[in-house]
């Protein structure tokens, strides 16, 4: 099985930047594709971005130009570098990551952007 935990999420204000780590733990050894969802208060979750093992990105219109996924394959993580964040960006960010074993999530991390 694979764990994921996501870290660094926090409060921050309007136009600064944070960056989102998820670690993979476990068997993480046929990790395919990882991602990033969010789920804001009252909404359904959505996704944000997804990279591949050999580095092929794509992203949510809404964060285009602003996120950029990254990975550390070595160290079995990825990274969600966010700037000029908005009050809209708050929402719980999932970490997810496609697996031989199947699809796996972390319990998420909370990004709370004030105005």
């Known amino acids: 099985q694979v764990q994921l935990v996501e870290s660094g999420g926090g409060l921050v204000q309007a136009g600064e930047s944070l960056t989102l780590s998820c670690a993979a733990s476990g068997s993480p050894f046929s990790i395919n594709t990882m991602g990033w969802y969010r789920q804001a208060p009252g909404k359904q979750r959505e996704w944000v971005t997804t990279i591949t093992r050999g580095g092929s990105t794509m992203y949510a219109d809404s964060v285009k130009g602003r996120f950029a996924i990254s990975r550390d394959n070595a160290k079995n993580t990825e990274y969600l570098q966010m700037n000029s964040l908005k009050p809209e960006d708050t929402a719980v960010y999932y970490c997810?990551?496609?697996?031989?074993?199947?699809?796996?999530w972390g319990q998420g991390t909370q990004v709370t952007v004030s105005s």
């Open positions: 997810n990551a496609d697996h031989v074993l199947g699809t796996y």
